[in-house]
C-alpha cells in the first residue's frame, strides 16, 4: 500500500511566529529529559490570532522500544504513576505540565509529541485541547498492552507508529484529521524493510492489522 502524505502544513505561516519561546520551558524540557532518560528537541509555534502557543516535541531515547516500556511498566520511566489498567494519578509528566501551562495562563498546548527510540518512533498527534497530556501514559500502556500484535507476534518492529488515525468515509481511507474521536481506536504503523514499504491499520479493539492507505499532513 502506498505511504500518502498531504500536501498541506499543519502549521501555516499566516498569523503565527515560528521563532518563539514559553516561560518555564527551559524547566519542563528538564523534567522530559530526566523521566525520559532523552534528549529533548522542542518547537514553538505562537498563533497570534489565539495568543496561543503549541509545543511540537521530539524525545530521543538511546534504547528500544523493548526496553522503555520494561521501565514503564516497573513504573521508572516517563514520570507517569500507572496502574495495571493503564490509569494514572498525579506524576513528574503531569506536574510539570500543569506548572508550564499555569505561567503561561493556561495558553500552551502540546501538538505533537514523538517518541524517537533506536527501533521505531511513536508519533501522537493532538485530536482535542491537552489531549497529548491527558492521554500520553494510557498511550503509552496501552502500546505495551498490545505489543505482541503491533509487532506482528514479535517477528517484525514497524518503523513508525502513528497514533491515532481515523476512519473517513468520505475517501474510504483512514486518515490523520482530527475529529475529536478516540486515541484507542486504530493505529497507523509504518513497517519498512527496505524491499517494501508496507503502510497497515491495527485496530486496537479487535486487535487486528489490515492493510490501508492512510494520510499525514504535514
Aim: with cysteine.
Amino acid at each position: 500500500m502506498p505511504f500518502q502524505r498531504k500536501v498541506k502544513s499543519n502549521f501555516p505561516l499566516d498569523g503565527q511566529q515560528a521563532f518563539v519561546t514559553a516561560d518555564g520551558l527551559d524547566d519542563f524540557i528538564k523534567i522530559l529529559e530526566k523521566d525520559f532518560y532523552a534528549e529533548v528537541k522542542v518547537q514553538c509555534h505562537y498563533h497570534t490570532s489565539t495568543e496561543k502557543t503549541d509545543l511540537i516535541l521530539d524525545l530521543y531515547c538511546n534504547f528500544g522500544l523493548t526496553e522503555s516500556l520494561h521501565h514503564f511498566n516497573k513504573g521508572n520511566w516517563g514520570g507517569f504513576a500507572c496502574d495495571l489498567e493503564g490509569a494514572k494519578g498525579i506524576s513528574s509528566f503531569d506536574a510539570a505540565f500543569q506548572k508550564l501551562s499555569k505561567v503561561n495562563k493556561n495558553a500552551i498546548d502540546i501538538a505533537e509529541l514523538s517518541l524517537h527510540f533506536r527501533d521505531t518512533s511513536i508519533i501522537v498527534s493532538r485530536i482535542s485541547d491537552y489531549s497529548i497530556p491527558q492521554q500520553l501514559a494510557a498511550i503509552i500502556f496501552k502500546t505495551s498492552a498490545h505489543f505482541v500484535y503491533l509487532t506482528k507476534g514479535l517477528t517484525e518492529m514497524p518503523y513508525e507508529i502513528f497514533v491515532p488515525v481515523f476512519e473517513d468515509h468520505t475517501r474510504s481511507v483512514l486518515t490523520l484529521e482530527k475529529n475529536n474521536k478516540s486515541y484507542f481506536d486504530y493505529w497507523g504503523l509504518y513497517f519498512d524493510d527496505d524491499l517494501q514499504h508496507d503502510v497497515i491499520v491495527y485496530n486496537l479493539k479487535t486487535k487486528q492489522l489490515r492493510k490501508e492507505d492512510f494520510f499525514l499532513l504535514d
